[in-house]
C-alpha cells in the first residue's frame, strides 16, 4: 500500500483526492507552453521576456458582456479629411473585436457637418479603411437617419428635456464654462417649438444662430453635461441630401441613438450596436453619452475605451493638417510629411509594418507618447531582406578617379540585385577605367590605396558612361519642432522652417527600369521608395528616404530648426511691435492734422478743401512708406527661411 492510500484510510481523509500533476499538463499543454515561452527566460521565473520567437503583446483583452455570434461593432470617421494612423488603431480594433466574437463591423461616416465634408474624402476613407486588409459588412451614414433624429429632438423639446437657444456664441460659452443657466432655459414648451419651426425654416437670420440644446445640469462639474448643443443651424447643402434640411445634429446627440437603434431604421434588422469602442479622450463625454441614451428611452450600450495613439512631432488634428494643405505647406492630404496612411505608405511604409506596430500597442488605455522610429524599425525589419540595391553618387562635388590598372575597355557583368534574395532579380554593372566617387569617399584616398585587396575602404562608385540616370533624392523632417503641444499651444509657433531637403544624384543605369512605390536601397545611403520614375534623361527619377529608426537623419537638425523658429517667432514679436508703433504714431499725426485743418479753415471753403487735399496727399504717401516697410519685413522673413 502507497503513502496516499494509508493517509486515506484514516477516517477524517477519507474524502481525499489525489491531485495527478500529468493529467493537469496534458490536459493544458498547448497554455502552458506559451505561458513557460512568456515568462521563463534565461534566468528562470520573472518577467516576460521579449526576443524572438516570442510573440509581442496584442489586443489580448474580452469585450464586456460579449456574446459569440451578437456582436455588432461601428467604425465612425467623420469624412472631413483622410485615415491617419491613429484612425488606423481604431479601425484595427474594431476588426479585431468583431473576428473575436464572429459578429459584424459596420463602417458608419458622421456626416452631420456639410461644412467640413467631401465625396473625396469619403473615397479615400473606404480606399485607406481597406489597404490594411479591414473587412466590413456593410456602409451607412448617420444622415441615413436623419428624420428620425429631428423627430428624436422635437420629442425631447415637448417632454421639456431640450430647449432653443438664441444667446450670443461667446456668451452662452462663458454662461457653460461658468455655470449659469440661460435666459432661454425657461421659455415655455411651446416658445420652444416655435423657435424650433423656425430654426428649420431659417425664416430671419437671428434664428440661423440659435442653437437646440438638452437640458441636463448646468451646475454639473462634468461640462460636457452642461445642457450640451443637440442640434444647430447650417445652411450649406449637404452631399447626399442636398438643401433638404437647414439644421444638423451634433456628434454627441446622433452617436448614441444611431448606435442604439439606428440599424432597426435602415435594414429592418434586430441587431443594433453592441459594444462603442472609443478612444479615451472621450472618457469625460462618456456621461453625455449615456445620459441621452436616457432621456430618449433606449437601451445602454456598453462602451470599451482604449488609448488614443499619441507620436512626437506628430499632429492629427485634421483641422490642423487642414491648414497646411490649404496654405501650400504640404503637396496635399497623400504627404510624405503627413501621418495620414497614404502619406507614410507613400514615404515607404510597408502596410505589414504599421499593422504590427500598431497590435504591438494592444488595447491599452494608458495613454502614452509613442516614438515613430520604433515604427520604422519595425518596417526596415520587412524591407531590407529584400529589396534590391542600387548605386548612386552626389551630384555635388564628385569626383572623377582614374584607375592606372583599370579595364582599357568597359565590360559589363550580370550580378544579383540582392545577394542574398533571388527573387529581387538581377542588374548589369559595367566596369570602366574612369569612375565616379562621391566627394566625402576621394577625400579618403590615399596614394597607399592601390590595391583593392589590402584597402580597408568602402568607397561607392560609378562607371563614366552616358547610360547614368538623374536622381533627386528627398529627406523629410517633421513639420513641428516640439514633441507634444499643450492644449493651450498654438501649433503655428512651433512650426518647423525646414521640412523637406533635396540633393541632386547620379544613379546606376538599371534605374531606369523602377516602378512607383518600389522599394529599393542605395549603397551606404540608405532607404528609398521610387515615386517619380524614369521618364527621359532631363527629367530626374524622384526617390524619397525611408527612415530607418535609428535617428541619425531626424534628430540631427531638432536643434537648429528649434533656433530657427525660435528666432522666427522673435522677429514676428519684433515685426508686430514695429507695426503698433507706426500706427500709434499715424493715428497722432492725423489727429493733429485733423485739428489744424479745422482751425485753419471751415469745412467745405476753398482753403479748407486745399488743405485736406494736401493732407489727405501726406496720409497716402505715410500708407505706402507703411506698405513699403511691411513688405521689406515680409522680405526679410522669406530670406530668412531661405537661409533655413
Known amino acids: 500500500m502507497g503513502k496516499f492510500e494509508e493517509i486515506k484510510e484514516i477516517p477524517k ?70 485615415l491617419h494612423i491613429g484612425h488606423s488603431k481604431a479601425a484595427l480594433l474594431n476588426q479585431y473585436f468583431a473576428q473575436q466574437y464572429n459578429g459584424r463591423l459596420i463602417i458608419r461616416f458622421d456626416d452631420t457637418n456639410p461644412s467640413k465634408e467631401s465625396n473625396e474624402f469619403v473615397e479615400n476613407l473606404l480606399k485607406d479603411i481597406e489597404t490594411p486588409g479591414i473587412k466590413y459588412d456593410t456602409v451607412t451614414y448617420t444622415s441615413d437617419y436623419f428624420p428620425q433624429l429631428m423627430e428624436m429632438a422635437e420629442s425631447l423639446i415637448l417632454k421639456g428635456k431640450a430647449y432653443v437657444d438664441d444667446t450670443p456664441r461667446e456668451q452662452m460659452q462663458k454662461e457653460r464654462m461658468d455655470g449659469i443657466e440661460s435666459k432661454c432655459r425657461s421659455n415655455s414648451i411651446e416658445k420652444n417649438i416655435e423657435l424650433w419651426r423656425e430654426m428649420i425654416a431659417v425664416v430671419s437670420k437671428g434664428v440661423r444662430n440659435a442653437l437646440c440644446r438638452g437640458k441636463l445640469d448646468m451646475q454639473d462639474p462634468n461640462k ?58 472621450y472618457h469625460g463625454r462618456n456621461a453625455q453619452y449615456f445620459r441621452v441614451l436616457e432621456d430618449i428611452g433606449l437601451r445602454k450600450v456598453q462602451i470599451y475605451e482604449f488609448s488614443k495613439l499619441n507620436m512626437i512631432y506628430t499632429l492629427l488634428s485634421k483641422r490642423k493638417l487642414l491648414w497646411f494643405v490649404q496654405n501650400g505647406k504640404v503637396e496635399g492630404w497623400d504627404d510624405p510629411r503627413f501621418p495620414i496612411v497614404q502619406g507614410i505608405a507613400r514615404r515607404g511604409l510597408k502596410i505589414e509594418a504599421l499593422i504590427q506596430f500598431i497590435l504591438e500597442q494592444g488595447a491599452s488605455k494608458n495613454l502614452n507618447l509613442m516614438e515613430r522610429d520604433k515604427l520604422w524599425t519595425i518596417n526596415k525589419k520587412i524591407i531590407d531582406p529584400v529589396c534590391p540595391r542600387h548605386t548612386a553618387v552626389l551630384e555635388e562635388k564628385r569626383v572623377l578617379l582614374t584607375l592606372l590598372d583599370g579595364p582599357e575597355k568597359p565590360f559589363v557583368q550580370i550580378i544579383p540585385r540582392h545577394k542574398k534574395f533571388e527573387g529581387a532579380g538581377t542588374k548589369a554593372t559595367t ?12 577625400s579618403c584616398i590615399s596614394v597607399d590605396e592601390s590595391s583593392v585587396k589590402t584597402t580597408k575602404l568602402k568607397l561607392t562608385w560609378l562607371p563614366k558612361i552616358d547610360e547614368l540616370v538623374n536622381l533627386s533624392l528627398l529627406e523629410f523632417y517633421y513639420l513641428i519642432t516640439k514633441k507634444k503641444l499643450e492644449e493651450d499651444e498654438d501649433f503655428l509657433d512651433v512650426l518647423n522652417l525646414c521640412t523637406k531637403i533635396e540633393t541632386s544624384a547620379l544613379g546606376d543605369s538599371n534605374m531606369r527600369n523602377l516602378k512607383r512605390g518600389e522599394i529599393l536601397q542605395l549603397e551606404r545611403k540608405g532607404y528609398f521608395i521610387c515615386d517619380v520614375p524614369f521618364v527621359r534623361p532631363s527629367k530626374p527619377i524622384v526617390l524619397l528616404a525611408i527612415p530607418d529608426g535609428r535617428q541619425q537623419t531626424t534628430h540631427r537638425n531638432v536643434k537648429t530648426i528649434r533656433e530657427q523658429s525660435s528666432a522666427t517667432r522673435e522677429q514676428r514679436s519684433a515685426t508686430r511691435e514695429r507695426r503698433s508703433e507706426r500706427t500709434t504714431r499715424e493715428q497722432r499725426r492725423e489727429g493733429e492734422e485733423r485739428n489744424d485743418a479745422e482751425a485753419r479753415g471751415r469745412p467745405g471753403s476753398k482753403g479748407a478743401r486745399v488743405r485736406n487735399t494736401t493732407t489727405q496727399r501726406r496720409l497716402d504717401d505715410r500708407e505706402q512708406r507703411r506698405e513699403g516697410e511691411e513688405h521689406d519685413d515680409v522680405e526679410a522673413f522669406g530670406r530668412q527661411g531661405a537661409e533655413a
Open 13 to 82: 481523509f477519507g474524502s481525499l483526492v489525489q491531485f495527478n500533476s500529468n493529467s493537469i499538463a496534458e490536459e493544458y499543454d498547448e497554455v502552458l507552453r506559451d505561458v513557460m515561452a512568456a515568462y521563463v527566460g534565461k534566468w528562470g521565473l520573472g518577467k516576460p521576456t521579449i526576443g524572438k520567437g516570442v510573440n509581442r503583446p496584442t489586443f489580448e483583452v474580452d469585450l464586456p458582456g460579449a456574446k459569440l455570434g451578437e456582436v455588432c461593432l461601428r467604425f465612425a470617421p467623420e469624412p472631413s479629411g483622410y
Open 224 to 281: 460636457s453635461l452642461r445642457d450640451p448643443v443637440y442640434y444647430r443651424c447650417n445652411p450649406i447643402p449637404h452631399r447626399r441630401i442636398g438643401s433638404k434640411y437647414k439644421v444638423y445634429p451634433t456628434y454627441d446627440f446622433a452617436c448614441p441613438f444611431v448606435d442604439a437603434k439606428g440599424w432597426q431604421f435602415v435594414s429592418h434588422a434586430t441587431e443594433s450596436i453592441t459594444h462603442a469602442l472609443r478612444s479615451s479622450e
Open 431 to 442: 566596369f570602366t577605367k574612369r569612375i565616379w566617387l562621391d566627394n566625402a569617399d576621394a
